[in-house]
């Protein structure tokens, strides 16, 4: 992962940032992204392994790091994980939940038990992470960023478990910001549409041809770079973005305008192929 290791400057100096699922993809790069602006970096996923290399990482760049490894689907793992958090560096000032699962399946031949994991890993995982966050970010000036995403207002076949999950992340997202803003805690969400060199991507397009029909049926014809989702968290947390609550800013160069029609067409194409 290009992750950029120049500092790009000191906004987070002093600051600390938790993020859940923060040891790959998507949320690694949001940790980067934060660790090249001076801040204190905690991440927390389900394995150890990938933990500990996440925060070897993150300390090349990073005023510090530190990790814990918790499922989200576990309130108390969780809990213990913010706690572990807190004792390390004193404070959490901004906090990213980004854990997701995610499959293609049509939804005739999806089961009762992968539906729910994923709105488990997802939905209830973001209730998790922020409710045990809430009593340590109660000061004007905290941030809480979920990652949801473009399946959330883009209904596309073989994501029906995904579509539900990330449009409930969208409507949690609303109603914390109107229930936690007024104790200053700013709550927003980003909704990355098609991302360059994640799992996500190379899973709903697994060849050549799915990637092209995706990629012209983006206005911009180009996906979305890791970067510039860390920039965005980056905007939404600072001084910049400090009249965002509520808000869910889509990042898909443009794709959601124009609905998720190239997706429809390369489901249908490979359903035809597999008959």
């Known amino acids: 992962m290009n992750t950029g290791s120049t500092n790009v400057d000191d906004t987070f100096r002093e600051r600390t940032v938790f993020v859940a699922g923060g040891t790959s993809g998507i949320n690694l790069a949001i940790a980067h992204g934060f660790a090249r602006r001076g801040a204190r970096v905690f991440v927390m996923s389900r394995s150890q392994d990938k933990v500990d290399a996440a925060v070897a990482e993150l300390r090349g760049t990073a005023a510090a790091a530190a990790g814990y490894a918790a499922d989200v689907r576990d309130y108390a793992a969780v809990e213990a994980a913010i706690t572990a958090c807190r004792d390390t560096f ?4 901004v906090l990213v939940s980004g854990a997701a699962g995610n499959f293609v399946s049509p939804a005739a031949q999806l089961s009762a038990n992968g539906f729910r994991t994923v709105v488990d890993i997802d939905l209830v995982g973001t209730f998790h992470v922020c409710r045990a966050a809430y009593e340590h970010l109660t000061r004007p000036g905290a ?47 980003i909704a990355p549409g098609p991302v360059d060199e994640t799992e996500g991507m190379a899973r709903l397009t697994p060849t050549a041809a799915h990637r092209d029909r995706v990629l012209q049926a983006i206005p911009l014809r180009r996906y979305a770079r890791l ?49």
């Open 90 to 93: 004193g404070t959490i000032d």
């Open 143 to 189: 941030s809480i960023i979920n990652i949801s995403a473009t399946q959330a207002i883009n209904p596309m076949p073989g994501q029906a478990h995904v579509c539900a999950a990330k449009a409930g992340i969208d409507a949690l997202t609303k109603v914390l910001a109107i229930e936690w803003g007024p104790a200053g805690v700013r709550v927003n969400a």
């Open 227 to 275: 970067q510039e989702i860390a920039d965005t968290a980056a905007f939404l947390s600072g001084p910049a973005g400090a009249n965002f609550n509520g808000a869910v800013l889509v990042c898909d160069g443009g794709q959601s305008t124009l609905g998720s029609g190239a997706f429809a067409a390369a489901w249908a194409e490979a359903e035809a192929a597999s008959t």
